[in-house]
């Protein structure tokens, strides 16, 4: 059984824990300098949407096809 409450409060964590390396400019990811590891409109956009740099999402997307 899925415990609604305890999923809202890991999603709220989460959210303020991404809301925070944001203002700090820092990946939610691998906490580096997120500037240094975007390097497209593209890269920019998933910043803002979920604060990772464009390296720690293209590594988490990348199909196993390209390794």
């Known amino acids: 059984m899925i415990d609604a409450q305890k999923m809202v409060s890991e999603f709220e964590r989460f959210d303020r824990e991404k809301h ?3 203002s700090q400019g820092k990946c939610t990811t691998c ?3 997120a500037s240094q590891h975007i390097y497209s409109a593209a890269g920019q956009r998933e910043y803002r949407i979920s604060g990772m ?3 720690c999402f ?3 997307f990348q ?3 390209d390794e």
């Open 58 to 60: 293209d590594e988490m």
């Open 20 to 22: 925070e390396a944001i």
């Open 31 to 33: 906490k580096r300098d």
């Open 63 to 65: 199909d196993d096809g």
């Open 53 to 55: 740099c464009e390296e």
